[in-house]
């Protein structure tokens, strides 16, 4: 297979074909979770027998010589907790470069999404298909050393809160993974899809369509994830290619990675505390995270950022029927 060349008929522009319609919560939709555990557990099994997840954390932020203060030390504390790891943090400008060099096909949908934090979201996912590694978010805090972690599964994922039926249950704040595992072109296939849908961050390229394809993947529909999965496949470099088999997904209890959680009112009170500079001794955190390998507190510094604002000068638009996790 040859790569794909950006300037031949429809190379640009990244299409994925499904039912007219279709959003990700219709595709997410009617999951057993009773057997969503089972495959979880059986897929954690078939992980422990490969090779581990590479000693390497990801981050990306708008700049690299302007970092809150705030953001600097929490991001130090993986630096401090894990000093063998490679320590990548990646500005606007290096995220664009790698999609530009290595996923031209998709650079026509990374250009076209109305705000940063689209692409911010978008480029985990291919760094994480090419490389492997960690990601966690600029407000996530490391709490122990995470070599634990590298030996999971394929992929490791976390959820958030007691609802697996939540739609924002498995955020993309903290993903773990080998590379070149299939799962994420499921999620590219699915960036494609969902690129012109419009709405807010979390359902074109966040939370819930990280959780749409976790869903479809693991338990809804294998043959759409595989069908999906092929017409990305269709797009890569014999040396982009998958490996050969199935990827195996870890669903960690939220305790691991999310303590606190941003749709639990109580959990409010310690993020506006957070937000206004509170500093949490290791006591504290301790009492407070038990067991947990890492805590985000959920900043929300992209809503800042592009004060809640579409390049077309629009709000972006509330999600509906959900509570307001922006007090």
């Known amino acids: 297979m040859s790569p794909k060349d950006p300037n031949a008929p429809g190379g640009k522009v990244c299409k994925v074909e499904l039912a007219a319609g279709l959003q990700p919560e219709a595709i997410a939709g009617g999951v057993s979770h009773a057997k969503a555990n089972e495959r979880e557990d059986s897929l954690e099994r078939m992980g422990e027998a490969v090779a581990s997840i590479p000693a390497r954390l990801f981050q990306t932020w708008k700049s690299k010589l302007d970092i809150p203060e705030q953001l600097f030390s929490w991001s130090a504390s993986f630096r401090l907790k894990n000093p063998q790891f490679c320590h990548e943090l990646w500005d606007d400008v290096d995220n664009r470069r790698f999609i530009c060099r290595e996923f031209p096909w998709f650079l026509e949908t990374y250009d076209g999404y109305p705000a940063e934090i689209y692409r911010a979201d978008a480029v985990r996912y291919f760094y994480l298909y090419v490389f492997g590694g960690i990601y966690a978010d600029m407000d996530t805090e490391c709490l122990k050393p995470l070599d634990q972690v590298l030996t999971m ?30 799962f994420w072109l499921l999620m590219m296939a699915l960036l494609c899809h969902f690129a012109h849908s419009g709405g807010r961050p979390e359902r074109q390229t966040g939370s819930i369509l990280l959780k749409t394809a976790v869903d479809l993947y693991l338990v809804n529909d294998p043959q759409l994830a595989s069908s999906m999965i092929e017409t990305i496949k269709n797009r890569l470099r014999d040396d982009q290619q998958p490996c050969l088999r199935r990827s195996a997904i870890s669903l960690l209890n939220s305790r691991a990675w999310y303590p606190i959680d941003w749709s639990d009112p109580i959990h409010l009170l310690l993020r506006r505390q957070i937000s206004k500079g ?17 805590v ?32």
């Open 153 to 182: 599964a394929d992929v490791v994922l976390c959820r958030m809160g007691p609802d697996p039926s939540f739609s924002h249950s498995i955020p993309n704040a903290i993903m773990a993974s080998k590379p070149r595992q299939e």
């Open 296 to 327: 985000t507190y959920w900043a929300h510094t992209w809503e800042q950022i592009e004060s809640l604002s579409t390049s077309s000068g629009e709000s972006l638009p509330a999600k509906h029927g959900e509570r307001n996790r922006y007090d």
């Open 278 to 294: 509170r500093t949490l001794d290791e006591k504290s955190k301790a009492v407070l995270f038990g067991d947990a390998w890492m």
